[in-house]
């Protein structure tokens, strides 16, 4: 079929990519002059063995050889042992991905939802009053540094207000949590039916994800609305209009053209907001993936930072390899080639 | 041009050229005067700091907002009314450099890569791609802490890693005058190749570059003041912006508040500002977007 073909020519043109996300994640720690060894070793170390740590860790070959190994290990899924606790990295990322995934998933989702009917409405009537308050507005969203913002909400929220529980972990430590169905406490709570369980993880999530929902939202509604008034000049419209199409008609036409668009934009923005997700994971303690690679970054464990650089590339690229995908379903036009 | 009279700043004409700049973008007018006056701040922080950003009065730890401290003290008693002002210093002077930095890096590389197409081309861009995989902020992280952590490093790494901005968009442009006929001209009188790329292509394809250098500074304050934070780079008792709200950020949950909450308002200013200057100066200078308005 054309279509399943499209998808495995589209994967295929990813291996190219790979190889120098691959090659970047080792440069990354063996071009830095970053000694493991040192650290694994000890202060105490005897010269003798340092060269066997050296030798253990391959060290001593080849520069290319080391890529090729590492290469070789990556594809057998072996990302190596964190420098600090031992622990097979992989393991560590495997445990926390779903976690991140549960913020990543409303927090876009909500920004979305927020974004294109914002960046629209603007469009809809350039430099009016609505389309300069959004676009301040999403000005200083761009301008906010996320960390900041949830320490406010944390200020407001908890400390003033006590709404909010805590910023620590996902569920109240009182609480349970529910079996696992889907790994998210909200839906797994609903799922078995365990209310208290999903009453403390909504009131986990809402700061969070309010945080990252303004963040994301910010640079969807600019680009939002750059792409509707393209879509407005373009000749599709100008003839609707001519045609006499009620106003209700015609935006109709502008947002389905202009899905494409914001599909692939909305795609390549998951990219930067899994950076930003991590800074909002460290002030709220999520226990995710994202401050995993924090903290690994800052205490220098450099097999975890390595891992969780691999792990958020290839994400983006699958992100990215699904958008041409959603594309292709829901765009008659595009071109299978 | 050829009557230097003409082109002189006087007063008036300074002037004259601010109340155009108002007219024809009030927001990118709000954005100078924001990023005007944090840079007062930043040049001569001295006249405005009631106290040194870095004396510690230890008999005066976590004070709340008054006459003497106007921002209160920090938790290592440090007035922070003088670190917020001294914080300036550190937005300007890795935002500048590192934007220089992108400029030198990747405006050539964008005429090289534009004008001679082919392999180099081709490779430049799926470089380019691939560097789009990584969220920014997680790779000037990792870049960071790998390649030691000093200001130094911070303002090298930054100014490299967005470079691949401005040579995408020299590129694109030097592609679509590659064969126009004032550079064919050019080759036929006999103009060397470094010729046609720095004085004739290079003065026609910078604008759009020189339109996101106000986006791209105000990206790097944001990313610099990020490391900061997360204590990667420039370490705490350093009175910058983002250091200061990793001190305070303890305080927060126990009331605390203005340790954290001040730097980053003032954070959010100038970024701000930058951002405001930014978006006019692409409206300004990019014709496609005025015309679409």
């Given at each position: 079929m054309k279509f399943s073909h499209f998808i495995f020519r589209r994967a295929l043109m990813v291996i190219p990519l790979l190889v120098g996300v691959l090659f970047l994640t080792f440069m990354l720690v063996r071009v830095g002059g970053l000694d493991p060894v040192g650290l694994l070793a000890g202060p105490t170390a005897t010269a003798e063995e340092f060269e066997m740590i050296r030798e253990e860790l391959g060290l001593n070959e080849p520069l290319w050889r080391q890529f090729v190994i590492y290469t070789s290990n990556v594809i057998q899924g072996d990302l190596g042992e964190s420098w600090l606790s031992n622990r097979p990295v992989l393991e560590d990322i495997g445990a926390r991905a779903i976690i991140s995934l549960e913020l990543l998933f409303w927090g876009i989702g909500i920004g979305t939802l927020i974004g294109v009917p914002l960046g629209l409405r603007a469009a809809f009537r350039p430099n009016g009053r609505f389309d300069q308050t959004t676009r301040i507005l999403s000005l200083l969203g761009f301008s906010i540094p996320t960390y900041w913002l949830g320490l406010v909400m944390l200020f407001v929220f908890f400390y003033l207000l006590r709404w909010a529980p805590p910023g620590m972990g996902r569920i109240s430590l009182m609480v349970s949590p529910p079996?696992?169905?889907?790994?998210?406490?909200?839906?797994?709570?609903?799922?078995?039916?365990?209310?208290?369980?999903?009453?403390?993880?909504?009131?986990?999530?809402?700061?969070?994800?309010?945080?990252?929902?303004?963040?994301s939202a910010a640079p969807i509604i600019k680009q939002t609305r750059a792409i509707a008034l393209e879509v407005i000049s373009s000749d599709t419209v100008r003839f609707a209009r001519a045609s006499g199409l009620r106003t209700k008609t015609v935006r109709s036409i502008v947002f389905r053209n202009s899905a494409t668009p914001i599909v692939t934009f909305v795609g390549t923005e998951i990219t930067g907001l899994v950076g930003t997700m991590s800074l909002i994971e460290y002030v709220f303690a999520w226990g995710g993936l994202g401050q995993y690679g924090l903290n690994a970054i800052v205490r220098g464990d450099f097999t975890a930072v390595q891992g969780y650089v691999l792990v958020l590339a290839l994400f983006s690229v699958i992100v990215f390899l699904a958008v041409d995908i959603i594309i292709a379903i829901i765009e008659p036009r595009a071109d299978l080639k | 041009m050829n009557n230097p009279s003409s082109n002189r700043w006087t007063l008036a004409r300074v002037h004259n050229r601010a109340?155009?700049?108002?007219?024809?973008?009030?927001?990118?007018?709000?954005g100078v005067i924001i990023i005007l006056f944090f840079g007062i701040l930043a040049l001569f922080s001295n006249l405005f700091m009631p106290h040194d950003p870095v004396a510690s009065y230890t008999d005066r730890i976590l004070q709340p907002p008054s006459a003497d401290h106007w921002f209160g003290t920090d938790g290592n008693g440090m007035d922070v009314f003088s670190r917020v002002i001294y914080g300036a210093k550190f937005g300007f002077g890795i935002a500048i450099p590192a934007v220089l930095i992108s400029l030198v890096i990747g405006v050539p590389v964008g005429l090289i890569a534009g004008y001679r197409g082919g392999i180099l081309d081709e490779v430049l861009m799926r470089i380019f791609d691939g560097l789009r995989v990584f969220p920014s902020i997680i790779l000037a992280l990792a870049v960071v802490a790998a390649t030691g952590q000093s200001l130094l490093n911070v303002v090298l790494v930054l100014g490299f890693l967005d470079s691949p901005v401005f040579a995408r968009l020299v590129r694109s442009e030097v592609l679509s005058l590659r064969s126009s006929i004032f550079v064919e001209s050019a080759i036929a009188a006999g103009n060397p190749t470094w010729r046609i790329l720095f004085l004739h292509l290079l003065p026609n394809s910078i604008e759009g570059a020189m339109a996101q250098t106000a986006v791209r500074a105000a990206w790097a304050v944001r990313i610099s003041a990020t490391l900061a934070f997360l204590g990667v780079g420039i370490q705490a008792p350093t009175p910058e912006w983002g250091a200061m709200i990793r001190q305070g950020t303890e305080f927060m949950i126990t009331g605390q508040w203005w340790v954290a909450?001040?730097?980053?308002?003032?954070?959010?200013?100038?970024?701000?500002?930058?951002n405001l200057f930014g978006d006019g100066l692409q409206d300004i200078l990019d014709p496609r977007r005025r015309t679409s308005k």
């Open positions: 079996d696992f169905v889907t790994g998210s406490y909200f839906i797994d709570g609903i799922i078995s039916a365990n209310w208290r369980a999903a009453y403390s993880s909504l009131t986990h999530l809402i700061l969070p994800v309010i945080c990252l929902a303004i963040v | 109340r155009g700049l108002a007219r024809l973008s009030p927001t990118a007018t709000a909450i001040f730097p980053g308002v003032a954070l959010i200013f100038l970024v701000f500002g930058l």
